[in-house]
């Protein structure tokens, strides 16, 4: 189970925050408190998570955070049984009576969302499409009645009431290629679904310089130009996020590692972290050698160091 605590503060305080993302969680915060779910969906590494843990961290509630997984089932989300307590008492203390009782009981656990459910937790149900419709149909009744039934639980009572203050976020990705099961319209229906999509070069650019401050600010613009141009060669919204960009942001401080793209080292880097994701968003016959040669050329082309402080000395 994860409840988030220490965690969770760590995680929602480096969320950068601009006037835009701002007025995002402001208005969820406000949906959210009018009893409609909030559902960001967007592509991956856009921040889908950290800005729904960032949401969740605004309403002082405890926060459970749970991901979607084609295995989950009801026993995971509501409780199972987890063994058997058996309690024997022989009584022999009157010697011609001979007395023995014998007690066997079932323990039950209960699941994160029954948990969530009874507390008033908020839930973060992270990427709840990898999960099976069945499983995630529980969620029709908890919106919908506000009950969660305890299906298949020899429980004594049918259902539980849902908590007055439980509140649950969504998060998906509509373009994730493997493990993604189609959503009910019915439960899309109930949520208030928020499209996150990738920032602008001067975003990216500030998350890279808060998160890797070791970092020059022209060499966080350079990294956020960098992956944002490759991007733009990409179908969709797919190619690298700006989780490829912090990667290289982090790796080059760590190992001080220039920011020039002539540079053997900075291009060997950019190759190892972006290959993969360019070559899985172009179409190419070869997709991994095409994929390469973008990136190589992308770093040839980008602002020499000196240009670059010439340009902010300007
Ligand atoms: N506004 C932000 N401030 C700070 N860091 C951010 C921000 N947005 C994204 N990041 C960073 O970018 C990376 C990706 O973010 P996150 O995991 O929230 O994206 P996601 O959209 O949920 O991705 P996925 O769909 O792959 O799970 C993380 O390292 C996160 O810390």
Known sequence: ???????????ADSVSQDEEMEDLLERSLEYMKAGYPIHFTGPSGVGKTSLAIA???????????IHGNHEMGNKDLIG???????????????????????NVTQNWRDGRLLEAVKHGYTLVYDEFTRSRAETNNIFLSILEEGILPLYETKQTEPFVRVHPEFAVIFTSNPEE???????QDALLDRLVTIFIGHRNVEREA??????????????????AELTATLRQQCKGSNGPSIRSGLMIAKLAARQDIAIDGEDERFKQLCLDVLTDPMSRCIEADEPLQAARQLIEDTCMNMKKEEQRSDEDEQ
Do not use: C
């Open 1 to 11: 189970m994860t409840i988030l605590k220490q965690g969770l503060k760590k995680a």
């Open 55 to 65: 949401l969740a961290k605004r309403r002082k509630k405890p926060v459970m955070l």
């Open 80 to 102: 199972d049984f987890t063994g058997y307590t058996s309690k024997k008492l022989v009584d022999n203390y009157v010697r011609s009576v001979y007395k023995r009782e014998e």
């Open 177 to 183: 290629y493997a493990g993604v099961y189609k959503t």
């Open 206 to 223: 500030s998350i890279i310089n808060e998160k890797v401050p070791a970092l020059a600010e022209e060499d966080a613009n350079a990294i």
